[in-house]
């Protein structure tokens, strides 16, 4: 066996460039001074600060990836990711609010729109203007393409009716990019993304969700009567929408895996605290090896959800395949979320269980990263696909 010496190494999957480095710890900064104080008020209000996405936009967080031409940052997904996490480490809700922007809306424009809608929309999106990505219906959830909110065409223009349930940032949101059909005899070929300005006649924003975690982050319903969309702002081609909505939400799982990673480490972090101040016995309780054991498994599973996660994101940067990686990060990391911030709770004992300690809020928050932008059955239909063919 030859030596292998450090120059030809191979960099370990968790190493950083001295940017990212750079990045990384800016973006832990800016989370611990300017979301970290208003998490638990806006958890208790379900309110999202206005401020603070306002601060987001100043800082570059809403534009990550978006070439500076367009006024964006100019970085990578691998970025985006980091600063999905390290928000998501302090409030999942903050997380979501980026996850959404970045690897959902700027993401489907800088592959999807034709160059008078980047002109347009991307210089907004990294400025001012939040998005919005609405797929589901109240009866089209898993089977994401059944849609019944329909597209008329109509001259130089489509005709949109229908309605859509729990889309993210929607309160906030001023650019939807929202899926319909202009048959549903067609099946999935049908499905067409529109790009839908908030002040579109027709179009308006329904009832807001009153959430088990994530209560910040708004989630709410679409309703569109006789919503006049011109054809400029198909994104992509009419009855090619699926594509969008798959290569998109490929994307994207990477961002809800980055979520519930930085909800993991976040819950972890607090515990490890607590079990090094918290006397039973006439000692901490991390002295006990029962206690120790349980943090040593659930840090264990965060550093595997991380290899995951920056397996998936380097993958996406580098051009390679990785929609089955990214489907297992998600699976995989909202359960490592779930169980890390359930037993997280279990090391507070009975003060765990009151909203006067913040793990209570990581195990709600956790629950959502097995539900959206694809249940963990669906990533294991994914996966199973993909292994199988
Ligand atoms: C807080 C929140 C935010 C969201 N944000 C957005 C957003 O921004 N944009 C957007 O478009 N959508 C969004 N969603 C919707 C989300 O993607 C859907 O809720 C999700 O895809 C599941 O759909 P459903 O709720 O209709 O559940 P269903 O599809 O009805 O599923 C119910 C159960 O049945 C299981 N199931 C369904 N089909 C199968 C099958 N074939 N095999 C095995 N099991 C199956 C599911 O795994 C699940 O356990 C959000 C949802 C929530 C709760």
Redo the contacts with the bound molecule.
């Keep these: 066996m030859s030596d292998m010496t450090a120059a030809n190494a191979i960099a370990p999957l968790t190493a950083l460039t001295e940017e990212e480095r750079m990045f990384q710890v800016a973006t832990r900064e800016f989370a611990e001074k300017e979301i970290r104080p208003h998490a638990e008020q806006m958890d208790r209000e379900g309110v999202f600060r206005h401020e603070l996405i306002d601060k987001f936009f100043e800082q570059g967080f809403m534009g990550l990836e978006v070439p500076e031409t367009y006024g964006g940052s100019g970085g990578s997904f691998f970025m985006a990711i980091l600063a999905i996490e390290e928000f998501s480490r302090v409030d999942p809700s903050a997380g ?1 609010v980026i996850d ?1 922007q970045n690897t ?1 809306v700027n993401n489907a424009l800088q592959r999807w729109a034709n160059e008078a809608q980047k002109q347009k929309f991307l210089p907004l999106l990294v400025r001012d203007t939040v998005g ?5 219906e109240p ?6 393409f059944a849609l019944a909110a329909r597209a008329r065409p109509d001259g130089d223009r489509f005709i949109l009716n229908g309605r ?7 309160k906030e949101a001023g650019l939807f990019i929202v ?1 319909a059909t202009i048959d549903p005899e067609l099946g999935y070929k049908g499905i067409t993304a529109f790009l839908i300005e908030r002040d579109t006649p027709g179009f308006s924003v329904g009832k807001k ?1 009153d ?1 088990l975690g ?1 209560r910040a ?1 708004s ?1 709410c319903e679409l309703i569109l009567e006789d919503c006049p969309v011109p054809r400029a702002n198909v994104l992509g081609e009419v009855g090619k929408g699926y594509k969008v909505a798959m290569e998109t939400l490929n994307e994207g799982r990477i961002g809800i895996g980055a979520q519930m990673l930085g909800l993991a480490r976040g819950a972890l972090e607090h515990a490890i605290a607590y079990a090094k101040e918290r006397k039973q016995f006439g000692h901490p309780i991390a002295d006990f090896q029962a206690v120790q054991f349980q943090l040593a498994r659930l840090a264990t599973e965060v550093e595997a959800a991380r290899l995951m996660v920056d397996n998936a994101a380097r993958l996406k940067d580098a051009r390679l395949p990785f929609m089955k990686e990214a489907a297992m990060t998600k699976y995989f990391c909202s359960q490592v979320a779930e169980r890390v911030a359930s037993e997280c709770l279990e090391v507070y004992g009975g003060y765990g269980f009151t909203k006067d300690y913040p793990a209570e809020k990581y195990l709600r928050d956790s629950k ?1 990263g097995k ?8 990533q294991l ?1 994914t996966i199973a696909k993909l292994i199988l063919a």
């Excluded at 009866?139 to 994401?144: L, P, R």
């Excluded at 859509?164 to 929607?170: D, S």
């Design positions: 979501v959404v959902l919005a990505y609405a797929l589901s009866n089209a959830g898993s089977d994401a859509k349930l729990w889309i993210t940032n929607a899926f969700e959430k994530i982050s989630t959502i539900i959206y932008e694809g249940t963990s059955f669906m239909q």
